[in-house]
């Protein structure tokens, strides 16, 4: 979709099966059909998308969060998995036309793919000409998490491959809310992560939001606890509040990360004054 002169693209990684220790694995969707009856799902996992989103004017382009990044390494095992470079191939795009990437925060699922293995088994940046732009915060309490190793599924550090980064100083580390570029504004929200940030696109009239794991799915409109993952539920449900309202009024565009089916819509409210999603604007 278009909000001035920026193209808005989800680049989607498909269907993933998240399982209670942390671990992801490839998901067939048409488990979906049979939910109720599956095995595992809902008992021992849970099932979600992962949708990077590509903002560009023609000239910068800019990604918002990386992905699992399955298939980029060397060697990989999932040769054939959808991953960013996979999906810029579709709109004529390679890794080196990707200016900025944008990090909500850094937990796994949404910083992996931010690296790759090289042929000389070299960990390098996805995007070579990319600065990756990410709160202070998060990187500091990333640090602290990854070293006291505390495990929540779902919501872990694994740093490894970002110290490359650092060491490169290819991160961006910004304090707070900042206009990245005309339009394109970061809003520190803190709760899920207490440096967890997410990204307005604007042409002055039309607003459009990348949430992040604020508001992960359309399912989480309305629910605004979400205890074991967010840092602060507290401040997750202040800042929840404020930006709906603020989305709401504004009658912006909402991107979700991990929506398996409504991957992005507009907010409206149903007759008990809820929040439900419309149809995207054309
Ligand atoms: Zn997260």
Redesign the pocket.
Known sequence: MKIGRFTLEQLSEGFFELFKDGTFSKMDPARLNNAAEDPTLGRYSSALGIDPLLISDGTTHIVADAGLGWGLDQKSLYNETSNLITNLEIFGLTPDDISIVILT?L?Y??AAGCTRVDSSFKTTPTFPNARYVVQKKEWEFALKEFQSKSEIS??DYRLDELFRLAADERFEFIDGNKTLTDGIDLILTGG??PGHQIVKITDGIQMAYFL??LIPTEHHLNHYAMKT?DFSPLEAKKSKTLILREAYREQAQLFFYHSLFNKNGLLAKDRNRNYILKEERR
Do not use: P
Request: net charge negative; glycine share 18%.
């Open positions: 925060h937990h699922d949404h779902g919501a899920h992560t992040g794991d993952l």
